[in-house]
C-alpha cells in the first residue's frame, strides 16, 4: 500500500456514516429517527461526521506512514 485511493477515502465515508448514524439512533433519536425532522440536529450529525471521518482518514494516513516505514527498515536491514 502505497498510497491512500479513492476506495478506501469512499470506505472510510461509509463507515463514518454508518457509526454517527448509530449514535444519533441511540442519542438524538431516542432509539428512532425522529431526529432527522429538526435541521439543527443535521447540523451537529455534519460535525459528528467530520470529527469520525477525520480521525479514520488520519489513523489510515498514519498506518500508511508506519507500513512505509516498516518497509524502508526492513529493506535497509536486508541491504546491509
Do not use: S
Not at 469512499?10 to 431526529?35: K, M, P, S
Not at 489510515?60 to 507500513?67: A, N
Amino acid at each position: 500500500m502505497k498510497t491512500i485511493t479513492d476506495k478506501q477515502i469512499n470506505i472510510l465515508f461509509v463507515v463514518a456514516n454508518v457509526i454517527t448514524q448509530v449514535l444519533f439512533f441511540i442519542d438524538e433519536g431516542y432509539n428512532d429517527f425522529r431526529w432527522m425532522k429538526e435541521p439543527g440536529n443535521w447540523l451537529v450529525y455534519l460535525i459528528y461526521i467530520l470529527i469520525i471521518f477525520g480521525t479514520l482518514l488520519g489513523l489510515l494516513y498514519l498506518y500508511v506512514l508506519i507500513r512505509k516505514a516498516v518497509h524502508f527498515i526492513r529493506t535497509a536491514w536486508i541491504k546491509r
